[in-house]
């Protein structure tokens, strides 16, 4: 990239002695990736100088953004008496590389471009991590998006740092958090900072989980059993556009909960959360171990877990409905058939979010039993799915052929829980295809209210022949 070509450059360049090209740009030129995230480090106040379509990041650190074309400039004032003090204060060689715009030469005290060809990421010093600890975490990012190792001296440092991660803002967790879950393999990172305790940190309740046994095929106790379940929904994720051709099953996946976050990384923490609530629901009950009502204390633990990392309410709402209704498919199996009834009140309650909570369902299965728990319930997930693209495509299983109005009309009753149970059965009806037309609904609730009426007759009696 030619960088007098960029503007806002090129007005620096005319305004300042000192401009310089630092950190992540520099690391992938080296690499051969293509970046249009650009670091500027420039020796004046970027009050003075920057270009008027700047807006501050940082003012009190003298940050400040310029967007130009497709380009994101980040121009910031040197953290130091110059850009080698600078550079040393940064987290990581790789990151700690500047090109100086004036002289057109690469400034690489720590021989940072050494370790870009050797592929290490290597702590400049454990101070250095200490004093923005969110740089622990973006040690293991760089490590998932480059063909990075990390020296093995660092990832012991990160490791007995990981606690301080805590003191950063958790709207920058949570920004670094999001650029590894969007990776196609972040299952890779979320191991690595279960190695690095950063993984507690970002997620308390995890802690809990440990040495929960329960016996699954992956994971020796209940933290390992979550983090398998995260790479097998991954792994699914991944796969499912081969498998489903069909945008009704591609689309709640892609759809945005918040800017940057789509439901499949939402997806992907309620697998890494959606057995939380176990530890605060186990008991032994007849020699076994069970956790009655996990899925909806394990929902509101997932959900303010995320709220505490500034996840939109949407996003927080989509994780705890997952959560809270990822047994259901399970549950539905164990009777060896889903009826059509079934089906038609899990899509009616859950609707598109019907479809993740069959793939987290499915995850979790993967994960328990390994292959056989995913050849077990896969069967049962086609089924689900086959019925929701047909169900988006019917009115007729999402509402029924009469209203509350024509009901209350037709049998000379007023508002009340009797009306929306004879509609709630007249859906189920035109699920199972019982009824087809609006006559035949209306000849089904006449004989619903019947049913009723004469079961109540009969329960007056029973009391009045007790009296």
Known sequence: MKYTEIEPIRKLLARCEKVYVVGGHIRDSLLGIHSNDIDIVIEKDPKEVIPGNCFP?????????????????????????????????????????????????????????????????????????????????????????????????????????APHLSKAAPERVKDELIKILSHPISSKAILKMAKTNL??????????????????????????????????????????????????????????????????????????????????????????????????????????????????????????????????????????????????????????????TVFLSLSDSYASSGDLGLYYLFPYAIQMLDFYITFTKSESLQKPLLNGHDVMKMLGIGPGPMVGKILEALLEAQTEGIIKTKEEAKKFVEEVFGQWKEKRSSIQKNIRGQE
């Open 199 to 356: 993984l507690d940190v970002i997620f308390p309740p995890l802690k809990e989980c440990r040495g929960l046994f329960q016996g699954k095929f992956f994971g020796r106790d209940l933290r390992e059993h979550l983090i398998h379940c995260y790479r097998c929904c991954e792994i699914l994720i991944n796969f499912i556009p081969a498998i489903f051709e069909d945008e009704n099953i591609i689309e709640p996946l892609n759809a945005n909960t918040e800017h940057g976050v789509s439901a499949r990384e939402v997806l992907k923490l309620s697998a890494l959360l959606h057995d939380v609530g176990k530890p605060k629901t186990f008991a032994v009950r007849n020699g076994k171990y069970t956790f009655w009502e996990h899925d909806k204390i394990g929902a509101k633990i997932a959900e303010k877990t995320l709220q505490k990392l500034c996840f939109s309410t949407k996003s927080c709402q989509l994780a705890s409905i997952l959560v809270e209704n990822h047994m259901r498919l399970h549950l539905l199996a164990r009777a060896g058939e889903i009826t059509d009834r079934a089906k038609g009140r899990f899509f009616r309650k859950l609707k598109e979010k019907g479809v993740l």
């Open 57 to 161: 990041l940082d003012e009190e650190r003298g940050i400040y953004r310029c967007i130009y074309k497709e380009l994101t400039l980040d121009i910031s004032r040197c953290q130091g008496r110059d850009i080698i003090e600078d550079l040393k204060a940064r987290d990581y060689t790789v990151n700690a590389i500047a090109y100086d715009l004036k002289s057109n030469c690469i400034i690489d005290p720590l021989q940072g471009t050494e370790d870009v060809k050797k592929g290490v990421i290597r702590a400049i010093s454990c101070e250095n991590l200490l004093a923005d600890p969110i740089r622990l975490l973006r040690g293991i990012r760089i490590w998932l998006t480059h063909p990075f190792r990390i020296e093995k001296k660092t990832e012991e440092t990160i490791s007995q740092l």
